[in-house]
């Protein structure tokens, strides 16, 4: 090939074109979540599953969904995800599957799985791409028929077009939504697999029902639902004064329908009354009667810096929907067959004028361990564990490996990228030795323990699109750190009776092993028959043990 | 507030909506490099210089580049990067600085700095959120007027409204373009500062001049260019046929102009001449002569399969244009005030079917350290050595410190994200302890050194949109370790020499110490005169040396 000759302005005008948002996340599908095959069927999977929750909940029925994989080439997987929720009315079918960059939650300041409307549509490119299928959709909703779709996602556009489309009047569910697409894919088992994505997603939506096959296995896996009752919906908040940027609030001055200055402030943000409203206008040195649309950017600028001079109340937290404590136990106890379990659960905090709420919880104690037990005479038994009653390996490691942290953002598992997650650097700043697990400077903590950490918020702070890792604001840090520390206050308690436990156990084991030659000598200082000599021993092992406390 | 009642699918439809790429990345700006206010002054500039040196190189013009930060309140600056590139026509203005999502490097399979059509759209669109005002342009083309243009951005539309468009015959370049916004920002000096990326940019692209300005400076700091040559523009490839996926070939079979299938490989894809077309259709069990048009997805697989079963050369590398050797050399040599520079290249490899190129270089040994060398005669000298000859810091570390890595993607210094980068990887991979450095397990090797690496491909699979950090295929970890063993064995080398060098010198300084007092010793035992015994020591000393070699 000859090289090319330099170009000029004009010739350079003629290369420079649109790119749509399906090529550029075509081309960059590492951002997505779809790095390599293994990754790639765990974020399909991931994607459709939390759709389904947030669309259960939205609608208030308590989740079923179906997960399957099905092999079909060597490196080509068919994946199917059903679920029982509200269905989807036909015209947005196209839109929702087909089409990055759309959906109803980023534009709402409230809790929800999904934020970004990329999630479902990537899964259907990237099946379409290395498999050259389109994703095929069945939905139906309560009063609707329903719809059987098959697509093919036009790149250049970001637009789906519609290969089939059929109507139906039954169907084996009242309302609905299948997804299947075909992918180029590894299925393997073991961390962060797929199972392990499904077990964890069971730990945190307790009121979901799963039911999970995977090749290899003769029948589906079914996670029962613990509870049944639905998270309650989460509110939409305003947003608040001290999370706008002066960009923000020029656009908000020239779009609102409010008079006056002093209505917009309380109209359009949250925690503003007319008492902050007047204040804050005071302070930027303008008058409550401005009309907020003739607002130019240096007055802007003013009100800008006067509302972060102003003091204002944290925002409502309504629009939050923690787990909650009981819900954390109860999953942690149906995934981890521990010894001891603690949980924490911080006040709603702020950063970036987004309301967030950390919860932790922390089981302890390898299953297989020998457990000491007193009783309520005081007797110790020593009794050899069982293993975890689920039928899939138990979530605990061994005594000499670093902890499991499981984390969690707005109740979904992230399994990737670990190392770079905001909450394991608040678990490796944590000072384990004092709860009574042995750590190594800046690392994580060593035991048979596994950590919880769920961070509910209207947005969450994803280090990528893949939503693998959080990103370390100070704020969420902190939260983090504290709820780490109350929890791990109850397992040190606790951690300090088990030794304490232990160690009365051996002086015990030492006096039923030296008391008979004690009463021997005894017997033959005193001259006391072995009737007598057993009783002395008796009451000698009686006082012993009545002296001690546990 | 009350809690909001459940949806149904209709109620939900309602809320759906699509969501402007620029809305996205508003809202997401730290996964452009926007995290924070000192990182956010450093995406700025550097997504400017790259598109400057990018258009300097395309229109074969030796880059001179004006870099200027003025701070305008305590957290507020203005920036502004111009060039005496070839301009950008009046019409493209608004799409290249408005829109994200637009360019020419995006589609085209050739090396360049930027690739996604981006970064300057985010820059202008986080000042514009943060300071209230969108970005300035002056261009001028050669054959045109200069336009000046100030706009204002539209999220939603994705779209630049222009607020002032004037025109000018006259100003003060022949052709090229100016580009000033005001941000929120930190300026700091020191590691991952502007100075920092500044000095680095020097480093690997010796054609450029490159003008600095920062606040505390009393005038610009000028990095004159080293070489005159503006680097061979980089070809554009046509796709490998190993890099592309079903559902991308089946969209070339529909989209062909091409009428038989032998010509459609042909014509489409590089290294396919009629033989490996005729294998490959062979393979597929299809016909020569079959109408691509008309190929259906079943037929479209087989030929994909056929195609990774063939044996087809690697892409031609004409696309690539690295740095060189001794461009590489002479840039750290005017940074790094080094006692030794090793360099090594490797031939291009081919990871996802795009062709890279690996460069390293190292640079060894304290500015400052004494340096002890040997004289044509034999003789060793010590001396003290200068600091380095550049106004700045220089940028090799301390002895006791670990090495410093400098990373660069197709010439661009990449400043954050070191431990998540692939280059990072390769270091720590090395066993450096062969050629002479310290290094813990898993870590970087320490010593007072500078490793540089670089990447140059079509497509840099970076981490990011930031661009910070290179994802770790394994066929650019491979090659990156190759290069670094290749240099590490000259450095290998020459440490070895100087510590022959050092312990001779201790050896002599021994013989200096005490031949006299062998001398003295002869003298009392053969009772010869001073005169001779200084002869006796002269012979003996000459005769010990000459037995030695260093």
Redesign the interface.
Known sequence: ?A????????Q??K???????S??FA??R??LGF?NQRKALLTTIKEAVDNSLD?CE???ILPSILVEIHQLEEDRYRVVIEDNG????K??IP??FG?L????K???RRQSRGQ??IGISAAGLYG??????GPRIWSK????KMHAFEMQMD?TKNKALITKDEEHKEWHQK?GTRFEIDI?ATYQRGLRSVDDYIKQTAVSNPHAELRYLAPGMEEARVYERAIKIVP??A???KPHPYGV????L??MLRNTNSRWLSGFLQEEFCRVGPKVAKGIIKEAGLGERSYPTRIA?EE??KLFRAIQKTKISAP?T?CLSPIGEDRIKEGLMKECDADFYAVATRPPAVYRGNPFQIEVGIAWGKPGDDRLEVDKTGRITKTKRKRGTTDTEDLLGNADEAVRVLRFANRVPLLFQQ??CGFTKAVTQTAWKNYGLSQSKGALPVGSAVIFIHMASV?V?F???AKEAI?PYPEILKEVKLALQEAGRKLGVHIRKGRKVASEFQKRSYIEKYLPHVGIGLQEILGIDNEEREDLVETLRDSMESTRKI
Chains 1, 2 share one sequence.
């Open positions: 090939m090289k090319k000759a330099h170009l000029n302005a004009e350079m005008a290369t420079q074109r649109e790119i749509s948002v090529e550029f081309k960059n590492h951002l790095d669309a939205e609608a208030g509200p269905g989807i009315v015209a947005q839109n929702i089409k960059l759309y959906g109803s980023f534009h709402s970004q409307g379409q791409m290395t498999c050259g299928k909703t309560k009063r609707g790149l309302e180029e309650e919906r509110d939409e908040i940027e002066l960009g923000e020029m656009k950017r802007a600028n409502p309504t190392a770079g947005w702070p280090t990528s699109e990103a």
